[in-house]
T-cell receptor
Framework: EAQVTQNPRYLITVTGKKLTVTCSQN?????MSWYRQDPGLGLRQIYY???????DKGDVPEGYKVSRKEKRNFPLILESPSPNQTSLYFC??????????????FGPGTRLTVL | KQEVTQIPAALSVPEGENLVLNCSFT??????LQWFRQDPGKGLTSLLL?????REQTSGRLNASLDKSSGRSTLYIAASQPGDSATYLC???????????FGTGTRLTIIP
């Protein structure tokens, strides 16, 4: 089954304790992205990757890191989480460019609470 | 900078009625537009994708239209059912960084 998976689905942590949220897709997509969703603000892009070893900042990258060592994986790293990073996080992937099948697929979300 | 607006923010309609959700965007330079459904606290389910060269797409009781020149899209839901209650999000995919820019959604409630 074609899908984007994220782990963990729920996480409660404390300020300053490093954490990683994993994202994996099995559709051979070049493009992967992380979004956060907050009430009243909608979904905003954190980081994206056009392909292996190619990453760039989105609209709200502060406090986050990413890496793309393999095509299928795109982990989101919070080196020193703070309470303002409490949010619902989504990973997404798609093919690039103008293609008939470049629909963007989303993972199930990770609900993060930073105390 | 692309901005996507969805009005109204919330909508309640009786079961069985047809309804239209609206989405507008400021920059017409897009690859495509996608409509999603989101249930409370859940992930996003893709409903329809319209390429920039297309005018509409249909899936079952759903029909989405795109007028790129005026920066508008509509999602038409026929014969609404209580199970259609959810938040509906539209998102446009930009040329260049492939980013999806989302509207803040319309929360739809179908009244039995």
């Amino acid at each position: 089954e074609a899908q984007v998976t994220q782990n963990p689905r729920y996480l409660i942590t404390v300020t300053g304790k490093k954490l990683t949220v994993t994202c994996s897709q099995n559709m051979n997509h070049e493009y992967m992205s992380w979004y956060r969703q907050d009430p009243g603000l909608g979904l905003r892009q954190i980081y994206y990757s056009m392909n292996v070893e190619v990453t760039d900042k989105g609209d709200v990258p502060e406090g986050y890191k990413v890496s793309r060592k393999e095509k299928r994986n795109f982990p989101l790293i919070l080196e020193s989480p703070s309470p303002n990073q409490t949010s619902l996080y989504f990973c997404a992937s798609s093919f690039r460019g103008v293609a008939l099948d470049n629909e963007q697929f989303f993972g199930p979300g990770t609900r993060l609470t930073v105390l | 900078k692309q901005e996507v607006t969805q009005i109204p923010a919330a909508l309640s309609v009786p079961e069985g009625e047809n309804l239209v959700l609206n989405c507008s965007f400021t920059d017409s330079a897009i690859y495509n537009l996608q409509w999603f459904r989101q249930d409370p606290g859940k992930g996003l389910t893709s409903l329809l994708l319209i390429q920039s060269s297309q005018r509409e797409q249909t899936s079952g009781r759903l029909n989405a239209s795109l007028d790129k020149s005026s920066g508008r899209s509509t999602l038409y839901i026929a014969a609404s059912q209580p199970g259609d209650s959810a938040t509906y999000l539209c998102a446009v995919k930009g040329i260049g960084n492939e980013k999806l820019t989302f509207g803040t959604g319309t929360r739809l409630t179908i009244i039995p």
